[in-house]
Nanobody
Framework: VQQLVESGGGSVQAGGSLRLSCAAS????????MGWFRQAPGKEREGVAT????????YYAGSVKGRFTISQDNAKNTVYLQMNSLKPEDTAMYYC?????????????????????WGQGTQVTVSS
């Protein structure tokens, strides 16, 4: 069973930066989709950025493209989300997620049901 633990959330002023980390442990396929999703109070969970661990292909939601960067360190089984130029609307609980493994394909930021494993979340608060 794959376990995911997020860290790095916090409070920051608009325009600031934060880096989130997601450490994966347990049995997992080396080729899988991992990603960051977020949920603000009263809103549905939405995808932010995903990465295919086999070749490092990345995918972003339009709202964060150019500001956020997802990356991985395979030796540490860790995925990162570098968030720059943060806006108050980025305030949310951020979750790390992973699917069960795949050989190729697109790591969707919208098909949340494809992700079987979830972390407990880390809060990001951006003040204006």
């Amino acid at each position: 069973v794959q376990q995911l633990v997020e860290s790095g959330g916090g409070s920051v002023q608009a325009g600031g930066s934060l880096r989130l980390s997601c450490a994966a442990s347990g049995y997992m396929y080396s080729s899988r989709c991992m990603g960051w999703f977020r949920q603000a109070p009263g809103k549905e969970r939405e995808g932010v950025a995903t990465i295919y661990t086999r070749d490092g292909s990345t995918y972003y939601a339009g709202s964060v493209k150019g500001r956020f960067t997802i990356s991985q360190d395979n030796a540490k089984n860790t995925v990162y989300l570098q968030m720059n130029s943060l806006k108050p609307e980025d305030t949310a609980m951020y979750y790390c997620a992973a699917d069960g493994g795949r050989l190729g394909g697109y790591c969707s930021t919208t098909a949340i049901y494809e992700y079987n494993y979830w972390g407990q979340g880390t809060q990001v608060t951006v003040s204006s």
